[in-house]
């Protein structure tokens, strides 16, 4: 699954990124009290990052989402509709 958020650390105003850029700290993803596996969370766009997750065994129901970055969580009240 691709998730993208905007403001998990400072980017480069104005650059244009040809590729993806990784980012340097760990980011982790947690759905309801379960942790997803993050693959791949990095910048691709001017403020825009992409993180890839595999979304852990869960059942169907809507479920808080968090990430987790630099001891930093993202706001709360977003959820991820899970069904199987």
Do not use: H
């Not at 700290?25 to 947690?30: E, M, N």
């Not at 993050?38 to 910048?43: K, R, Y």
Request: glycine share 8%; net charge negative.
């Amino acid at each position: 699954m691709l998730l993208y958020a905007t403001g998990l650390i400072a980017s480069p105003a104005g650059v244009i990124i040809n590729a993806p850029l990784a980012v340097s700290s760990p980011v982790t993803v947690s759905i309801g009290s379960a942790q997803a596996t993050v693959e791949f969370a990095g910048l691709v766009a001017v403020g825009e990052f992409q993180i890839n997750i595999v979304v852990p065994d869960l059942a169907d129901g809507d479920y808080p989402i968090t990430l987790r970055i630099n001891g930093q969580d993202t706001q709360a009240r977003v959820t991820l509709p899970v069904k199987r």
